[in-house]
């Protein structure tokens, strides 16, 4: 008998019916992809120094935009480097920490010169630059080494502190007020308050207990032989800042006017969270000149 093929199988031809995609209301397009890199500064080897966040090409990003940006990084400054409008300035610096903008800050100085040489930026004179910024015109040197510096604006604000201000920022650091031996204003954009006490390991022994509202720098002198002159601290509404470029400024006219330190000097900062931090200061008879090393750890993209 012979064979029957089987039946062939029964295919079903369906139609998708074609869907167009409508965003809901609420939905947000897609922001434009912008340079950005993380920078640290005042290190002495990898992560030891202040991260500062850059973003390269912050044209049309508003103030409001810029400063969402810097309370979601969480860093101690980010900085935004736009196109100058001074004719002898290589680029313009916008700084926000994560409350507030700030017209100048020293790490988010060197940290933005080597973003803006990093992406490329070449400026008028090789080895220095000029940032514009809320305090005017700023110089940064680029050594050889790979040193930066900035020469250090003047102070807005100096002379001795209020004695209430001194008792409160006693109580803040947790010692008493006979433990702080000088103090003065120190105002160079950011509103510092500074303090000194008898000696650099004062300073690293310190155990702050309710400094939430303070923006003070503490120094002490270290001794004779010792690898750096001071070691200094930073607390600013509740957080301890790793290295501190402004408040070593800050410092450095305090302590030259009063005799306490060399024309050249290096000042140790971030012990105490986990960083090795190294500022070097150099008074030349005009200005006093904030440098450290700084190099960039991240380099991409983030949509703003």
């Known amino acids: 008998m012979p064979e029957t093929a089987a039946p062939a199988p029964r295919t079903t031809s369906r139609t998708t019916p074609h869907t167009t995609y409508r965003p809901s209301p609420d939905h947000v397009p897609a922001a434009p992809a912008r340079r950005f890199l993380e920078v640290d500064v005042f290190a002495t080897g990898p992560l030891t120094g202040n991260p500062l966040a850059v973003v390269v090409d912050a044209e049309g990003l508003s103030a409001g935009r810029m400063q969402a940006l810097a309370a979601w990084t969480g860093f101690s400054e980010t900085a935004f480097l736009l196109p100058p409008t001074d004719p002898d300035a290589d680029y313009r610096v916008r700084i926000f920490t994560p409350r507030e903008e700030f017209d100048f ?6 940290g933005s010169a080597l973003a803006w040489l990093h992406a490329g ?14 305090v005017g015109l700023v110089p940064v040197t680029v050594a050889d080494d790979g040193v930066l510096a ?15 201000d001194v008792v409160r920022i ?3 650091l947790g010692v008493e007020r006979e433990a702080i031996v000088d103090h ?8 510092w308050q500074l303090v000194r006490l008898a000696d650099a390991d004062a300073v690293r022994a310190l155990e702050p207990r309710g400094h939430a509202e303070l923006k003070v720098g503490v120094v002490g002198l270290e001794g004779p032989g010792a690898e750096t002159a001071c070691e200094v601290r930073a607390f600013a509404y509740g957080t301890e800042d790793p290295v ?6 800050a410092l450095a006219q305090w302590l030259r006017g009063r005799g306490l330190v060399p024309e050249r000097y290096a000042a140790a900062q971030g012990s105490r969270v986990g960083r090795r931090g190294r500022v070097h200061v150099h ?12 190099s960039v750890v991240v380099d991409g993209t983030i949509m703003l």
Not at 244 to 249: D, I, R, V, Y
């Open 105 to 110: 800050a020293g790490h988010p100085t060197l």
């Open 283 to 294: 008074d030349d008879g005009a200005r006093i000149w904030i440098g450290g090393r700084a």
């Open 150 to 164: 900035f020469a250090t604006p003047p102070l807005r604000r100096s002379g001795p502190l209020d004695e209430a």
């Open 244 to 249: 501190t470029g402004s408040l070593n400024g």
């Open 184 to 191: 003065a204003w120190g105002e160079n954009g950011p509103p």
């Open 170 to 172: 006693a109580a803040g």
């Open 121 to 134: 930026g070449t400026p008028r004179t090789p080895g220095r630059l000029v940032q514009e910024c809320g």
